[in-house]
Structures are given as C-alpha cells and as structure tokens.
C-alpha cells in the first residue's frame, strides 16, 4: 500500500481519518469503483471509534427525546449491520427495571413504539416483566421498591474490530489504507481543495498526493483539517466525554443488560455483558479541547460508581475496577453554541462543504456510520465530478461474514468470522494470560493481516485486552513486544521501547 501511495499519479477521494467514519467512506468508495486512499495519523480507531459503549441501537433516549427521524434511521442501519456482520454484531436483552407505578405504561408503551420504527428489522419485540421475572432475569439487582421490568433487544458489538473489518473491506475492494501517516498540509488549485501532504511517522518520508475531492472524517479533530483549508472557519465540533468502568462477571449475573433511564442528571446509563466482563457507562461531559487518548474525571467515575450502586446488589468500588476507558464523541457544534449540556445535543450527522470543496462530515454515531457514509460520498461525487454509481453498502457482507447458523467459535476467534479457522491453523494456541480470553494467534493474526504496528495496536484495539483488564495487559506486554518483533523484523530495544510506551498508556486505564 505504501507503494501505492509514492506511484499513483491522481487518486479519486482521499479520506482522512481512519474511525468508524473514514473507513465507512472508504468501504463505499470502493464499492462503487472509486480509486480510494484513507490516511490515518495514529492506528485506525484509535480514538472515539475504539471507545464506545459497545451497542448498535435506535437510541431509546432520542425516542424519548421526540428526535423520531435519527431513531428510524439508526434502527433501520442496526438492522442492516446486523445482517451484513453478524460475526460481530449480535442481538442482546435489555431490562428496565421499575422502581415506580408510573414506569410501566410508560416504557412499556415506548418499547412497542421502538419495535414498531424498526419494522421488518426488528431484532425481537419488547415485553412487559413482573417482579419476579425481572429478579430471575437479574438476580443481583436492587430488590427493594422493585415492580418489575421492561425488556427490549438492541445490538451489541466490538467497536475496534468492527472497523478493522470495515478496512479489511475496503482493502479487498482495492482501496489503499494507511495507518501512522499524517497529513501536514492541503493543496490549493485555483482555489480549490486538490491534495495534500502528509508524511510517515514511521519512516519520515513526505508524499505530495493529487485527489478530485478530499473528505475529513477525523472526528472530534475535525476542525484542525478545517483550519488547514481556512484559517478563520468556526468550530464545527463540540466534544462530549463518556466515561466507561470494567468490572468482573459476577457484577451481573444473568444474561441482560441494564437499562437506567433517568440518572442523577438525566443521563442514561448502562450496565452491560461484554466479552465476559461487565462494562457500565457512560457520562457525558462538555469538553474545550479534543484529545486522542482522554482520561476519566475523577467525578464521572464517582458519578458511574454511585448509579451503578443502585441497581446492583454488591456496590462496586473503586478497587473492583479493571479498566476505565474514556472517549470524546464529534458532536455537531451549532452557530453561537459554546459548551452546555452535551446530552441535549444531537446526535444527528452534518456534511459541510467549504468554498474551497473540502468536504468534511460531523456528528453521529457508530450505528449510523454506513449512512453517514452515503451521505457523505453522495456530496463529494458532485464537488469532486466523480463518475455517479448507486450505493451498495446496504446490501454488503463485510469481511469475514459468517452465516449466524454456523456453528459457535472459541470467543477469542469469534469476531474474526470465515478467517478464524485460519487463526487457529497457526497452531499458536498458547494464552497471553489466565485473566484474558486471547492466545499467541491472535497477536501474529494482527500483525500480518490487520496491520498492528504497535504494542498498543494489538493490546488495545486488535484484542480487547487493555480495555477488559489493564493489569492483565501490562502483565503480557512483553510477550507480545516478542512476538510482534519477530514478525516485523524488529531489535531488543524496539521491544523494550514498546513495553515501556504500553504500560504508561495502560496506567491511565486503572483507577487513582
């Protein structure tokens, strides 16, 4: 692919920025026969991509926020992600619990409404729960004032491997994808956006690439791409962080996730199996400046911690968390909006155009990214005279789809879909860790055939090991510095540098 980028004389789209939103572009480029380069600063989804709460889903708060529109709309792509990955996204039980009267009609009639939006992608209709149904489903919940429950079904998925699929994707319909390359600078004709420069970070060699149209999709970094292009455009990007805490299994017995409505401020908050863990978030915190790797706020796990108290028979503590891992979401900035409530902002996706026709895509969220991706390709085939071609992403099956009647994978090979038969043919069978789900395999899998360059890559992102047990993760830091070294060519100090820049990284993700 590096190649590629130093021979190709005109691309048709480059993208920058390589999270949920770039990759989808790319997918749908090159789909559509588009000559497609995406250049990523870091690893792909290296920031908010890797870092979501881990749900494809409607969005039960903007129902109840009256934004119907997103809700069709992000119910119709859960649908549609569902059937086109199902090694990575499946269906998962929901509880409401009710603590009172009122709740009942309440969430019972808004869950009937939600199955109704989804129509024939519907993954299992809601039902009402009586008391002693929601403790069998639950068994550690909070009993006392208990009523009942609601149980509704949305999809669950593995964020950083879904977009490392998505690259897959795009790279076996010949797009070019590159990580640790950054862009430097954009290039002018009459006016007009016609390439960039950029450099990789790991060689220090500087490209001058020619494009018909270019596409910023780095998210909450957005605005630094719109400054390249003009220096006085306004903030596009209000950042908002969620907060994630990992605890133990046993936190939630049981097979459902927990819904929470209405926390302390308003906030909803979840309580979810995930890689046999149990993960609870999230916050939602206005933030001023956009930052790759963001850390928890003292309050907000304090917030998370006293919420999750409620609704859990054992009180987590402090000492109980195995990993907090905080995330930035893009959210669309409005004309004259600075700061506020970040939960009462939309969740909705915006293309802007510049004069120049740099085209740059805000706002969303990880189940619409398929869509925001249409929209977004659909404006640069008109600033960018690219030849017009139907969308057909609706309909694809991403890399390593697998039938959802095939029979169950070992969890660590799951995610990998028709290429886990491969993993396990490297024979590589031996665990990174008696606390982590992953084996040699998958760390030599990232290597070759997910372009893992660092340490991190494969910890953080290939695997979920950072994220499900930081301990657990700095413990086989160099045991995959090892591995990774004698697949990539790579000296003693390279694996000392990389165990040393890991564990710095994963002190961050463990409690104060």
Excluded at 55 to 71: F, K, S, W
Excluded at 218 to 230: H, P, S
Excluded at 367 to 396: F, Q, S, W
């Amino acid at each position: 692919m590096l190649q590629r980028l130093g021979t190709e004389p005109l691309w048709d789209l480059i993208i920058i920025g390589g999270g949920a939103t770039g990759l989808g572009v790319a997918v749908d480029a090159a789909t559509r026969g588009l000559k497609t380069l995406l250049l990523e600063a870091h690893d792909f989804a290296k920031g908010t991509s890797s870092r979501s709460t881990k749900l494809v889903h409607g969005g039960v708060r903007y129902l109840e926020q009256g934004d119907i529109p997103l809700v069709l709309e992000a119910l119709r792509e859960r649908g549609l992600l569902h059937r086109n990955a199902p090694h990575i996204v499946h269906h998962l039980s929901f509880i409401v619990p009710r603590y009172k009267w009122w709740e009942g009609p309440f969430f019972g009639i808004g869950m009937k409404v939600y199955d109704a939006l989804a129509g024939k992608l519907n993954l299992a209709p809601s039902k009402i729960l009586s008391r002693e149904e929601t403790l069998s489903r639950i068994p550690n919940i909070e009993p006392e004032n208990l009523l009942g429950g609601v149980e509704y079904f949305d999809g669950q998925f593995d964020d950083s491997r879904l977009a490392i699929t998505l690259a897959q994707t795009a790279a076996d319909h010949d797009a070019v994808l590159l990580s640790y390359v950054r862009v430097t600078g954009l290039r002018k004709t009459d006016g007009m956006t016609s390439g960039l420069s950029c450099r990789d970070e790991e060689s220090g060699t500087t490209y001058d690439l020619k494009a018909r149209v270019i596409i910023n999709a780095t998210g909450i970094f957005a605005d630094e791409i719109r400054l390249m292009d003009e220096p006085t455009a306004a903030r596009a990007v209000q950042p908002s962080q969620g907060v994630h805490l990992v605890f133990e299994r046993e936190f939630l017995q049981g097979d459902s996730a927990i819904m929470v409505p209405h926390t302390d401020d308003g906030r909803v908050l979840f309580v979810i199996p995930w890689h046999d863990k149990v993960l609870v978030g999230t916050t939602d915190t206005a933030m001023d400046t956009a930052e790759l790797e963001p850390r928890a706020l003292d309050d907000e796990v304090g917030f998370i911690l006293r919420n999750a108290a409620r609704y859990l028979a054992r009180d987590p503590k402090r000492e109980d968390i195995l990993s907090i891992f905080a995330g930035q979401r893009p959210l669309v900035r409005k004309p004259g909006k600075d700061g506020g409530a970040t939960k009462a902002i939309s969740r909705n996706h915006e293309v802007l155009v510049s004069d120049s026709g740099l085209v740059t895509i805000v706002g969303g969220k990880w189940t619409t990214y398929r869509k925001m991706a249409e929209d977004t390709l659909n404006h640069a085939t008109l600033i960018g005279g690219l030849t017009e071609k139907p969308c057909v992403t609706e309909a694809l099956q991403l890399h390593g789809y697998r039938s959802p009647d095939a029979p169950e994978l070992p969890p660590a090979y799951a995610v990998y879909g028709s290429d886990a038969p491969k993993l396990e043919e490297l024979a590589l069978d031996t665990p990174l860790h008696s606390r982590l789900p992953y084996t040699q395999a998958n760390v030599v899998w990232a290597v070759r055939h997910e372009m893992a360059r660092t340490v991190e890559d494969v910890l953080s992102r290939r695997t979920r090991a950072l994220l499900l047990d930081a301990k657990a993760a700095m413990a086989c830091a160099p045991e995959v510095a090892a591995l990774m070294a004698k697949e990539l060519g790579k000296d003693k100090a390279w694996e000392a540098a990389q165990v040393e820049e890991f564990e710095a990284l994963a002190k961050g993700y463990l409690p104060k």
